[in-house]
């Protein structure tokens, strides 16, 4: 019998007008029924949104008031954070450890934005006009079309939502359809946490259909995404209908620099989880290292052997270390792009293959090439998987040149003991985020997006919350 989910609509848990399965990743079984919302159900849900935005049990609050409401849904994250987290474990596949710990992130995140609501401000203008008092009022843009990918879809919709609502904004979210159990769950918590319905809508269906009809709805005046750069063009084609302010989270190929100075045990540990957290399904995932020649094979035999101790398992296991990848399409592009750069010259040094004991579900082996250029089709593919393409450099000149080699800008890193080297390249490198001596850390507090085409905007910190508003210029003659 499969677990049943329903979306929400105007305050109301309702099924959609069609529905499908959703696979566990861990076995390739259906395990849950899904609804699919088709355009009669983005219809109503993006009317009410537009409904509640000007109702005045949403658009009459202080936004302390909206706050309150932020910081009841933390507590109500928080404490149920290990359902949410065994939802996302069972439609995701990714391991329950890092479902559980990313759960404290996503209360942090709405805590981080509830406590933001009452501190924008408006401003007075000293326009050169003494008859003159001008003033800017902030208001809150209108309805969200929020839409996510699957893998953290958790946070990756608290980056959203929270600002929006702190805002004053009305959201519909779209789960993505690979794994919307945790963000179907998630509406339960929104209705208790007690939004006025309509405030927050949550569906979830396929991109060409449900997804189309939202982004182009003419009522919908912001679009909020986290995705692949292909969807992403699709996004603003069809906002050429409703001009929506729209930002773009998208993919990367995050390089990760490593100088001959540095302790490779210790960076060693750190470029592990950079790549292989999440089985490499991270938009930020440290896919690409480019290693200095006199250190290139000390720390590759390094990675190799923790590459192969990474314990296999049922992400439920709370002991697994890597689960499989979210999709069957998934592991089937990895292979596909692994056969190609082997082919064309890339040495296989570990993976390369699902895991013997496997063969049920979407696993992969951690894999590491060792490319001989930066034009193997590894290294500059988002493979989104368990896959690190390692190229060596002898200069610091060489390693900018190889790491600002692509067209994707998201997340970059460097390992050196050399801090005035560390701030050059802080300036060297074309991407929105540049971890030195670290990987892979992020807070509610810190601007968050890409480069050329990792993306359009920011999420995270003040600078995200006002793209959420847009400010009235208010010319009073006195
Ligand atoms: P995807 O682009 O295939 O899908 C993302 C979402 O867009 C899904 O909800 C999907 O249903 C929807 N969608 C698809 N077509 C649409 C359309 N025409 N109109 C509107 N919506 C549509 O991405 P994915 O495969 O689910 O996720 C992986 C990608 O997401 C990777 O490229 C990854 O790097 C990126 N990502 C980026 C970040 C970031 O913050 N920069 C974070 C996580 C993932």
């Known amino acids: 019998m499969l677990r049943r989910f329903q979306q929400y609509i105007d305050g109301a848990f309702e099924d959609g007008s069609a529905s499908f399965d959703s696979i566990n990743p861990a076995n390739g079984e259906p395990w849950a029924s899904m609804p699919a919302a088709g355009a009669e159900d983005v219809e109503r849900a993006v009317q009410a949104a537009h409904r509640a935005f000007l109702d005045p049990a949403w658009a009459g609050l202080t936004a302390s008031q909206r706050g309150k409401l932020l910081y009841k849904l933390a507590d109500l994250v928080a404490a149920n954070a290990d359902q949410l987290?065994?939802?996302?474990?069972?439609?995701?596949?990714?391991?329950?450890r890092e479902t559980r710990s990313q759960i404290g992130y996503v209360a942090e995140y709405y805590r981080y934005y509830a406590g933001l609501a009452d501190k924008l401000q408006g401003a007075c203008l000293p326009v050169d006009k003494p008859d003159m008092e001008v003033f800017l009022r902030r208001e809150p843009i209108g309805v969200v079309a929020a839409i996510v990918p699957w893998n953290s879809q958790l946070f990756l919709s608290a980056v959203k939502l929270g600002p929006a609502l702190a805002a004053g904004c009305t959201v519909v979210l779209k789960a993505s359809e690979e794994g919307p159990a945790p963000l179907l769950a998630f509406a339960r918590l929104v209705h208790e946490a007690g939004f006025p319905p309509g405030v927050?809508?949550?569906?979830?269906?396929?991109?060409?259909?449900?997804?189309?009809?939202?982004?182009s709805h003419p009522l919908v005046s912001r679009i909020a995404f986290t995705g692949g750069p292909e969807t992403a063009r699709h996004i603003v084609r069809n906002s050429a209908d409703n001009l929506a302010y729209t930002t773009l989270e998208l993919g990367g190929k995050s390089p990760v620099l490593v100088f001959d100075d540095v302790d490779v045990d210790s960076v060693s540990n750190a470029i592990v989880a950079g790549i292989f957290?999440?089985?490499g399904q991270s938009c930020v995932a440290g896919s690409r290292l480019l290693v200095q020649r006199g250190v290139r094979d000390q720390l590759l035999a390094k990675l190799v052997a923790k590459a192969e101790a990474i314990r296999i398992g049922d992400p439920q296991d709370s002991a697994t270390e890597m689960g499989p990848l979210a999709t069957q399409k998934q592991r089937a592009h990895i292979q596909h792009v692994v056969a190609a750069?082997?082919?064309?010259?890339?040495?296989?040094?570990?993976g390369g293959a699902v895991p013997?004991?496997?063969?049920?579900?979407?696993?992969?082996?951690?894999?590491?090439l060792a490319c001989p250029n930066s034009s193997i089709a590894s290294v500059t593919t988002e493979l989104f998987g368990p896959v690190l393409?390692?190229?060596?450099?002898?200069?610091?000149?060489?390693?900018?040149?190889?790491?600002n080699d692509s067209?994707?800008?998201?997340?970059?890193?460097?390992?050196?003991?050399?801090?005035?080297?560390?701030?050059?390249?802080?300036?060297?490198?074309?991407?929105?985020?540049?971890?030195?001596?670290?990987?892979?850390v992020v807070s509610p507090i810190v601007p968050f997006g890409g480069y050329g085409q990792s993306g359009l905007g920011r999420e995270g910190g003040l600078e995200a919350m006002l793209d959420y508003t847009r400010t009235k210029s208010v010319w009073i003659r006195t």
Not at 86 to 96: F, S
């Open 85 to 96: 987290a065994e939802l996302e474990t069972a439609d995701t596949g990714k391991i329950i």
């Open 407 to 440: 067209v994707y800008g998201l997340a970059s890193g460097v390992f050196t003991r050399d801090l005035a080297r560390g701030h050059r390249l802080t300036r060297a490198l074309r991407a929105g985020i540049v971890w030195v001596n670290t990987y892979r």
């Open 341 to 350: 750069s082997v082919d064309a010259g890339a040495e296989l040094l570990t």
């Open 389 to 403: 393409s390692v190229v060596t450099f002898d200069t610091e000149a060489e390693a900018v040149a190889l790491a």
């Open 356 to 368: 013997p004991d496997f063969e049920a579900g979407y696993y992969y082996r951690p894999t590491i």
């Open 200 to 215: 927050v809508n949550i569906i979830t269906g396929f991109g060409n259909d449900c997804g189309r009809v939202l982004t």
């Open 277 to 279: 957290a999440a089985s």
